[in-house]
């Protein structure tokens, strides 16, 4: 009776333990699932999260893309290249994306933009997603391109609002920003003289692939020096000095004056049919006028601003300082083809506009130059080397604008790749090759008996309104905004 009465609190005993057990194990069941719960509602909301954050890059990386298009209009289709290409010609600044009330050329709006792209259109979506040749194709692994919108500003003053929307995975986002545009014009012709009196000096001109507007007078030396203007020239590097008949498809000598000419026997008393006389005042010359105070700014904020003292050595920043000073040629020159300079901006003795007593000489004699250099004084320039040898794409045909008309070539020799802009005179020594555009304020003269001609070659994306090394289009600050 007595082991009975004893088991009996074993039983109870064994019974609480086992529902104990029963009850922390449903504890952890319980504890356990909400935890993963938990833990896979959290790996969603960050799978959320980054499908957010991705999808507002890839809209900010099209953005970007659309920028880059203003800078490099060949690299749409034409029809596209066309509109965001600067359309307004005004008189005296040639072509600009505003009109003469500084109205934008972008007229459209969100629900009617001058330019969109939509990716539920198959033709559309190609273009923007496709693997192999879509133009965001390089952000594949992150998502798509939805939809890309170009309309007018909504501010006086801007270029237009940009809208770029993508998605990652299941979420969309839109990025919307406004342009602002550099109101640097486009530069419409190989070399501008504006004050050029004749003397009895040869000034000659070896023009390749572009125009020239000279005021006044203008000795080109002998007939045979300006080259035949016909469509059937060969579109090559070769200088003129090894060519003979010289010959060139779009080369034009716009004269305000008289043009006179050196004796020859073999023109003799002939006018050559691409020289245009007696320009001025009517019909006019075409001028492409580099401001003094823009450029100022847009070296101080896109590229190099240098002070200049009595020594003729440059202080970047405009502080003279000394030990700080540096030589201009140390400015000037490209180690290599690709090593630009961008802007470079040179100022006058004493930092105002120029005039007749604050311009100085300063002499450039590196051997070779890449950028877009404003040197407000009287400038000497010396071919004192080989050059280099430069890739370059010729003016396409007349009455044309594909790409697909333009020629690559290498240009042998090049000293100046760029535009060189001086409000006072040129002299040059030796054979002096540029690629690109010269600007002179006052005359141009070599500096020997029997000269070798200044020889340049037109940089067309010039007259396009592109510069290398400075933007032409820019985010405006504060209009950024993401839309859901």
């Not at 959320?48 to 060949?74: I, K, M, Q």
């Not at 400015?331 to 005039?355: C, K, N, Y």
């Amino acid at each position: 009776m007595k082991t009975s009465h004893i088991m009996v609190p074993l039983c109870r005993q064994q019974g609480i333990a086992l529902l104990t057990v029963i009850l922390i194990m449903l504890l952890l069941f319980i504890i356990g699932t909400v935890s993963v719960n938990l833990a896979t509602h959290e790996i969603q909301q960050a799978s959320g999260v980054t499908d957010e954050v991705t999808a507002r890059h890839l809209a900010e990386a099209g953005t970007e893309l659309v920028v880059s298009w203003f800078h490099d209009p060949g690299s749409v289709p034409p029809e596209m290249g066309r509109v965001i290409r600067q359309q307004h010609d005004l008189p005296g600044g040639g072509l600009s994306y505003f009109d003469a009330s500084g109205r934008s050329q972008f007229a459209g709006s969100s629900a009617n933009p001058d330019i969109v792209y939509d990716a539920s259109k198959p033709s559309d979506d190609r273009l923007l997603n496709d693997p192999a040749t879509g133009w965001f194709r390089a952000l594949q692994g992150l998502g798509r391109i939805k939809a890309v919108k170009v309309y007018a500003p909504t501010r006086q003053g801007f270029l237009c609002t940009i809208d770029v929307t993508a998605q990652s995975k299941e979420v969309a986002r839109t990025v919307s920003l406004q342009l602002r545009a550099l109101r640097l014009p486009a530069i419409q012709a190989a070399v501008q003289i504006q004050n050029n009196p004749a003397s009895a000096n040869s000034t000659p001109l070896w023009l390749h692939w572009g125009d020239a507007s000279i005021r006044g007078d203008v000795v080109l030396g002998k007939p045979e020096d300006v080259p035949i203007k016909t469509v059937s020239a060969s579109v090559t590097g070769q200088s003129y000095g090894e060519m003979m008949p010289r010959m060139d498809r779009w080369a034009d000598i716009h004269v305000g004056g008289q043009a006179l000419f050196l004796p020859s026997t073999s023109s003799p008393g002939t006018m050559p049919p691409n020289v245009f006389t007696q320009q001025d005042p009517v019909p006019g010359l075409h001028w492409s006028e580099w401001d003094y105070e823009t450029l100022k700014k847009y070296a101080r904020l896109y590229g190099t601003y240098y002070a200049r003292s009595q020594d003729g050595l440059l202080y970047r920043d405009g502080t003279i300082q000394e030990g700080a000073g540096l030589d201009i040629n140390d400015v000037f020159r490209s180690q290599a083809v690709g090593d630009d300079r961008r802007l470079v901006f040179i100022d006058t003795l004493d930092q105002r506009p120029p005039g007749q007593d604050n311009l100085g000489m300063v002499e450039l004699s590196a051997n070779y130059a890449e950028g877009l250099f404003v040197v407000n004084a009287n400038v000497r320039l010396v071919a004192s080397g080989p050059g280099m040898p430069v890739p370059a794409l010729s003016p396409p045909d007349e009455g044309a604008s594909s790409l697909a008309t333009r020629i690559p070539v290498t240009l042998p020799g090049i000293h100046l790749r760029g535009v060189l802009s001086t409000p006072g005179d040129l002299l040059y020594e030796g054979h002096p090759r540029i690629y690109g555009a010269i600007l002179i304020g006052g005359r141009l003269q070599a500096q020997a008996d029997v000269p070798i001609p200044l020889e340049v070659w037109y940089n067309k994306d010039l007259g396009d309104g592109l510069f290398r090394g400075v933007p032409v289009v820019y985010p405006a600050y504060g209009t950024w905004q993401e839309k859901y």
